[in-house]
Every structure is written in C-alpha cells, then in structure tokens.
C-alpha cells in the first residue's frame, strides 16, 4: 500500500473529525499540530515546511473545526527565534476568522532544548489527553520525528486519527547516532505494530 501524500493530512482534517463522545465541547472538533520547529521561528528546512502547514490548515479547515498550535518553547536568544517570523505566523492565523489556540509544549526545558523523547512524549501527552476531554472527536499531526514516541504511545478511538509527518530521519542525516535510529524505528514500528491489531484505529504517516 502506498503512502498518502501530504494533500491526503488537509483531506484528513476535513473528513475525519468525528465521534460520539460526550466531552465538554459536544458540537466541536479539532485539529491538532505539533511542531518542533516552524512556529517561533525557523532554524531548519522543517521550519518552513510545518508553518506552511499550519497556515494552510488555518484556512482551508471548515469553520466549526477548531485549530490548535503545539510549537515546542524555544530560547529567545537561539537559532530557531524569530520575532518577525512569529508575528507573521500569528497574524495569518488570526486572518483566519476561526478559533486558534497556541499552547507551548511544557516540561524540562533542557530536555526540550535538546529534543528528549521521553520528554516529548509526554508534553505532547498532556495537551492531547487535555483535547480528549474538550473535544468530540479530532485529528493530531505529529509533524517531526521527535514526536513517534507520543504516536508509539497515543490511544486512538474511532473519533480521532492521528498522522505522522516525519520531516527526516536520524538514519538520514545522523547515521552514526544508532541508539536514537533504533528508537525512531521501533517507536513507529510499535505504533504500526499496535494499529493492525485494533481496527477501530487509524494512523497514516506522511511522507514529505
């Protein structure tokens, strides 16, 4: 089976946001994106692709689907901080004429700072349990490969979908990192793994 292209994440957005849960916000859905780089600014070719994602999402997603930005904290003083890049981001999502939160991933800002996984997984955790409870139902992108683990570990229903968007890969750029290849390739393995075995699920990675 072929992967979908990266078309396939907005037709997601649009078409499977629904559910029959009862949380506090009955007559809402979401789309949720997580990015490591791209929002407060842009130290890698990921940065331009995720906020092109996010600012296309902010405007093609009906308006009764709510959107939610999850950048991770970056220092004011580093590469991937930029002001004028931020306010720009922030002034396309406020063109969009439908409610956009930004909550910043938090946690152990060191471990952040140098893309810990396990503290990853958990910053993103915490939103997404935070948007079970909210919403009727939604979609998670997990833009970045920092994020497989939160995939690896995600509990999905059939109210909500959840779509990888790996930019790149150790194996690509850092080879000679073993430890952190295996963890990329077993987290998205055991995701895959557990997603065959509960047909009420949905993945999808993308390829990009």
Do not use: K
Request: proline share 4%.
């Amino acid at each position: 089976m072929s992967l979908p292209s990266a078309f396939d994440v907005l037709r997601l957005a649009v078409v499977t946001v629904d559910t029959r849960q009862s949380p506090a916000r009955p007559d809402r859905s979401v789309v949720a994106v997580a990015v490591l780089d791209g929002f407060y600014g842009c130290g890698s070719g990921a940065g331009w692709s995720n906020r092109a994602l996010i600012e296309v999402l902010a405007e093609v997603l009906p308006v009764d689907i709510d959107l939610v930005v999850l950048p991770m904290r970056v220092d004011e003083v580093g590469d991937s901080w930029h002001l004028e890049w931020r306010r720009a981001v922030e002034e396309a999502l406020g063109r969009s004429g439908r409610r956009v939160e930004v909550c910043t991933l938090e946690g152990n800002q060191a471990e952040l700072n140098r893309h810990d996984e396990p503290a990853l997984t958990g910053a993103v955790e915490r939103e997404v349990s935070r948007l079970r409870g909210e919403y009727r139902g939604g979609l998670i992108v997990l833009c970045d490969v920092g994020f497989s683990g939160a995939a690896a570990r995600s509990t999905v229903g059939s109210a909500w979908t959840t779509v990888i968007v790996p930019r790149t890969s150790t194996l690509l750029v850092q080879p000679e990192l073993v430890e952190r290849t295996v963890w990329e390739r077993e987290s998205c393995g055991a995701r895959l793994r557990w997603v065959c075995g509960s047909p009420r699920s949905r993945v999808t990675c993308v390829r990009t």
